[in-house]
């Protein structure tokens, strides 16, 4: 599997119903076919930076795997939590870029993989099972690592990152329908309907948590008519142009947003569920290495949005390989560092 995300959407959650019932079959598919049998060595000449907030090598001796879901921002993450463990002394497998949510997130649970970043909302409704999101972001992430406590995985603190559903558009349809947040864009569906246009992918107009739940939160009259179905990069470029939809899906941490010169509308009610990043660590793993958290802690906490637009743009739009970015990113921090 290539390490080059599609240039589509990402498929970061699978839908509540499909998660609950389909979870035994994805997952055998996921550990016998998607790279987790086999895993290449990381085989990084790196050690502790400035910034790194411990001492020493904590990890040295231990056996690492980490993984993560097979796009852009999973696989720099995955990149990320890889080289923090080799600078603290650990041999590092990467076992990143599994297809779908259900195959990463039992490579943990089982311990064919020792940890990965995974986001909180996807935690709460795909994996617990549970169908309205929390609102506090910290109360949802506690809510999380108490719950998930019970399988075996442990959630430690979570970073700013929230990579959630937005909808966007460019500057002139910005001006021409004068709104600023959804509930603006509820308001103008209603007095002219014909100019709420929007592209989205096929799960986010089925989704629960994607356009029929936001359009019941918002009070929104979109007509049928006026929501085209597309792949997610062809929806940045679609919004971007601006014609055939006035707004678009996109995910909160996308670097094509920048990059595009999309604005992103507010979420002023709330609707879309918090997915902060925070990493997810195999519990008997844990036991072994006590360090991890650690070692850890300072990377997950200078996590954001912007870092993440920043990091998933030189992936997505300068083309760049996700090791290299995040081995730059983690230097440049004083994270880590070469040699």
């Known amino acids: 599997m290539s390490i080059h995300p599609r240039p589509a959407g990402r498929r970061r959650r699978a839908p509540r119903r499909a998660a609950r019932s389909a979870a035994a079959t994805l997952t055998a598919l996921a550990l016998g076919g998607c790279g987790l049998v086999s895993g290449s060595a990381m085989s990084d000449d790196v050690s502790p930076g400035s910034e790194a907030g411990y001492g020493g090598r904590p990890l040295s001796g231990a056996q690492l795997t980490v993984t993560s879901k097979e796009f852009t921002e999973q696989i720099v993450l995955g990149q990320i939590m890889g080289l923090v463990f080799e ?16 195959g990463a997130r039992e490579a943990v649970k089982s311990g064919t993989a020792d940890a990965t970043y995974e986001y909180t909302g996807t935690g709460w409704i795909t994996y617990l099972g549970h169908a309205k999101p ?10 999380v690592r108490d719950e998930d ?15 959630t559903y937005a909808l966007a558009l460019n500057a002139a349809n910005q001006k021409k329908l004068g709104v600023r947040d959804l509930s603006d864009v509820a308001r103008r569906s209603k007095k002219d309907p014909a100019s709420v246009t929007l592209c989205v992918e096929n799960e986010f107009a089925a989704r629960n948590d994607g356009l ?25 470029t679609e919004t971007a142009k601006g014609g055939s939809c006035a707004l678009g899906e996109v995910f ?46 300072p990377i997950t906490k200078a996590l954001d949005n912007t870092v993440a637009q920043q990091l998933n743009r030189k992936v997505d739009v300068d083309g760049e390989d996700p090791h290299k970015v995040a081995l730059d990113w983690l230097v440049q921090k004083g994270f880590i560092k070469e040699g």
């Open 87 to 102: 600078a603290a002394g650990a041999s590092v497998i990467d076992k990143t870029s599994i297809q779908g949510s259900i």
């Open 134 to 143: 929390i609102v506090d972001p910290q109360a949802q992430w506690k809510a």
């Open 149 to 163: 406590l019970k399988n075996g995985i442990v959630w430690l603190p979570k970073s700013k990152l929230n990579n």
């Open 212 to 236: 029929p739940g936001m359009a019941r939160a918002y009070g929104m009259k979109v007509p049928s008519s006026n929501v085209r179905k597309m792949t997610g990069g062809v929806i940045y």
């Open 252 to 297: 909160t941490t996308d670097g094509r947003i920048k990059a595009m010169g999309l604005h992103v509308l507010a979420d002023d009610k709330h609707f879309f569920p918090n997915y902060n990043a925070a990493p997810a660590v195999n519990a008997k793993t844990l036991k072994k290495y006590p360090a991890i958290p650690e070692v850890l802690a």
